[in-house]
């Protein structure tokens, strides 16, 4: 059994115990803090058939979407952008509690699902842009991968003069696979990953670059959504590399040709950035110190946490909180477990301005 379902079978077992016993009202004067920033990847229909976990956690169905908006309608949040974050840290709150909903990457259902229902209920959204996405420069490994180990029986791998062999015969071997060669995946960075996994997928016959086509932003759908005053776009670099990984040079080029890009499209200043993977093993305090170098009004990582006053002198580095609606059994009553700061004290070990 791997950590990811070991964590899974935790989640199942917890999570309904702490919401029915409502142990979450104990943290939310100290936790729930300013309000919330949401994060998400793709929005679109559920998919028929056997998935891997982990690319299916990155969706969201547009009813779990607009189901979250009613929650914190209900709730009576303020439904906030980003600059709107930016003011409230540096002293003009509102008052209420706010929310703001984030996506990363850059997928075209953030087009075709998302954009609809925040226009239709007049919420501002924003989407930090890998611009290698809407270049059809990227390579969605993790996807390309996903359907190859549900395809074949096993799958070979000649890296370094090695030959491996991984199994795919049944779902507990394909979740393995999959995780196995992303971790050999995740052992080089920068052109270096990107020619490994060009050869590994092109060695089984695979456009490397399909799934650019197929689930990325176009140039044009992101300087029609920039003319839209609900939406924010930011920069999540080029090529979404770990940055921890970067010479500092390499790091703002990384940041740096990816706003100016947007903003050649868009005709509209990129002041927000996202750090690619965003946890504590991709980005820290160098990483953090650049990006305040570059200007951005925020930045944002995925630590999980609510937002605090004090975050007015971490404006680099914001937590979030995942949207996952498989992890929450598609309980939107789960949320509460976030918002008010129960599951983010535990996992930062009672610590309310999240940073490093």
Same mark, same amino acid.
């Given at each position: 059994?791997?950590? !990811? ?36 990847? *793709? ?120 030959? *491996? ?5 049944? $779902?507990?071997? *394909? ?69 921890? %990984? ?9 940041? $740096? ?11 509209? %200043? ?21 990006? !305040?170098?570059?200007?951005? !009004? ?27 609606? !498989? ?30």
């Amino acid at each position: 059994m791997n950590i !990811k379902t070991v964590k899974r079978t935790l989640a199942n077992v917890t999570f309904p115990a702490m919401w029915h016993t409502k142990s979450y009202l104990l943290t939310r004067p100290f936790f729930s803090g300013l309000g919330s920033i949401l994060m998400f990847h *793709r929005v679109c229909p559920e998919q028929p058939g056997p998935r891997i976990r982990g690319n299916s956690g990155l969706e969201v169905t547009p009813e779990y979407l607009e189901a979250t908006i009613k929650y914190f309608m209900r709730n009576d949040y303020e439904f906030v952008s980003l600059d709107r974050i930016y003011e409230i840290l540096n002293g003009k709150p509102s008052g209420k509690k706010f929310v703001a909903y984030t996506f990363d990457d850059g997928y075209v259902d953030n087009f075709t699902h998302a954009f609809p229902i925040f226009k239709r209920y007049n919420i501002p959204f924003s989407i930090y842009v890998t611009t290698n996405f809407p270049d059809r420069e990227a390579v969605m490994w993790w996807y390309l991968l996903e359907d190859l180990v549900l395809e074949k029986k096993n799958i070979e791998w000649t890296f370094e003069g090695h030959t *491996r062999k991984f199994s795919c015969a049944t $779902e507990a071997d *394909r979740e393995m696979t999959f995780h196995r060669l992303r971790t050999e995946f995740s052992k080089s960075d920068g052109s270096l990953a990107q020619n490994h996994l060009i050869r590994f997928f092109e060695s089984h016959q695979i456009d490397p670059h399909l799934k650019s086509r197929e689930l990325a932003l176009n140039w044009e759908q992101i300087a029609e959504m920039s003319g839209h005053p609900l939406v924010t776009l930011g920069a999540h670099t080029v090529s979404h590399p770990a940055l921890n %990984k970067l010479t500092d040079r390499d790091v703002i080029q990384e940041i $740096e040709q990816s706003r100016e890009k947007i903003q050649t499209w868009t005709g509209r %200043k990129v002041e927000h950035f996202s750090y690619p993977f965003g946890t504590r093993a991709e980005a820290g305090e160098r990483e953090f110190a650049i990006v !305040k170098s570059c200007g951005f !009004k925020t930045a944002t990582t995925t630590r999980p946490a609510n937002i605090f006053p004090g975050h007015r002198y971490h404006k680099e580095c914001l937590p979030r909180i995942l949207i996952n609606e !498989k992890r929450d059994n598609r309980e939107i009553q789960y949320l509460d477990l976030w918002t008010h700061g129960l599951l983010p004290c535990i996992l930062n070990k009672f610590t309310r301005v999240v940073t490093a």
